[in-house]
């Protein structure tokens, strides 16, 4: 399905912009051309396929009652919506294919209440705040992407998976981590519906095709003061074998486990780490920074950096050169890298890293994430990819795949495409029951127009 940056439908904006009423929008092209992007240009692919995607219309509700009346407006006029938080996915998930309205969520940012190790607020605010209101109560945020100090709570719900804290927490998806959802449907009398528990998956990771988010909770752990860590090693391997061993000690606690080839920390601005060394930068409790260095020494590694408290001071925090942030340091110090997401078989520890790296080598420069995943410890790997052709980037995932390592593609727009390669039945079932008409971020979701396509069944709008 090949986006497009114009409506389906003919709608006068003029006329949509007066049924707004009260609330605040814009049709300014220096404004939509910078809400309708977000970091899609990580992906070549994507860089040409998304190339003058652009919304007509950005609103800014500030409340959930002028949510309601935004879509309300859009269901009257047809118009394709689509939700933004502070842009900062990599796949074109914010980003409006066929135009339309796009709904700047940052306006809603209120706090209603920290208890209870949970956090209750609105989806416009950036993670870094929620984080501050609940250090306020002695919490902290179990995960966050390496966007924390810009990306919203919203976003992370709507278009992440993990991040740092995966270690000890595992993935969104994992139950209790989103306790629950407030969402707005896209009906011509829009309806309120709250999703607790297993029924929060059939809104969170779907790029907002399945309703506007209009609170949420998030589950918190008890505070801790951290160390920013790197340990340098002589040899890959050594650094994954420290990693694992890290990960298997229960009396180490950690909140971030990242693993880099040596080839990668040049990359990273204002990081000493030693010339021609692989390295793992980590997030330690200040309580078991003695076992630490233990461990490190016990197997050839050297602590060359620590920092306590690491959002003090103005020193970067080591979280903003982990996960998606190394392939922007990357990028910005080389524009032909681009980078892929995989997941390695848990149960075969460090093998299928070392044979990926030693098969391609610098080609595909090495980092890794230390996750739980469905309670084990396993490999997330953000490899880097020095870019030739879409042939050969398609090369590299076959061979990573045929070698029993699950590739979630970054290379795409759409959400099964980039994820397991299947359909989502309980999205699928709620955004008939929702979005009746496929007005919500359409071209996203496979599964929709495959649906759609159906003998019998009535064509929506948007396929």
Known sequence: ????????????????????????????????ERRSQDFYWFSPILKETLAGVRGDIVVEPGSEAEVIHVVRTCVRHRAPLTVRGAGTGNYGQAMPLRGGVVLDTRRLTAVMEVADGVIRCQPGLKLIDAERAALERGYELRLFPSTKRTATVGGFIAGGSSGIGAIQHGYLSDPGNVPSLRVVTMEPEPAVVALRGQDVGRVAHAYGTNGVITELELALAPAVTWVDVIVAFDGFDQALRFA?????????????????????????????????????????????????????????????????????????????????????????????????????????????????????????????????????????????????????????????????????????????????????????????????????????????????AVPGRDVAIFR
Not at 17 to 29: E, F, I, P, T
Not at 260 to 270: C, E, G, Q, R
Not at 297 to 305: I, M
Not at 385 to 402: A, M, S
């Open 1 to 32: 399905m090949a986006p497009s940056g114009a409506p389906v439908s003919d709608i006068d904006w003029d006329s949509f912009a007066k049924d707004l009423g009260s609330v605040q929008h814009s049709r300014q092209v220096r404004i939509l």
């Open 244 to 452: 694992q061993a890290l990960a298997d000690d229960g009396g180490i606690v950690t909140k971030e486990i990242g693993v880099f080839v040596a080839s990668i920390p040049p990359y990273f601005p204002n990081v000493d780490v030693p010339a021609g060394r692989d390295a793992c930068m980590l997030m330690v409790a200040e309580p078991s920074m003695q076992a630490l260095g233990s461990l490190a020494e016990s197997l050839a590694g050297e602590v060359c950096y620590t920092k306590r408290d690491p959002e003090s001071g103005r020193t970067r925090p080591l979280y903003e050169y982990t996960w998606n942030h190394t392939t922007l340091h990357a990028i910005n110090a080389d524009s032909s890298i681009t980078y892929l997401q995989s997941l390695f078989p848990p149960d075969d520890g460090i093998a299928p890293v070392l044979a990926m790296h030693k098969h391609f080598g610098d080609e595909v420069p090495m980092h890794v994430e230390l996750v739980r995943w469905q309670g084990r410890v396993a490999y997330a790997g953000l490899q880097l990819v020095r870019y030739t052709t879409r042939e050969r980037l398609y090369e590299i995932v076959r061979y990573h795949e045929e070698h029993g390592v699950t590739v979630f593609d970054p290379h795409t727009h759409v959400i099964e495409d980039g994820g397991m390669k299947v359909v989502d039945p309980q999205q699928l079932d709620f955004k008939r029951q929702v979005d009746p008409l496929g007005l919500m971020n359409p071209g996203k979701m496979r599964g929709w127009w495959e649906d759609q």
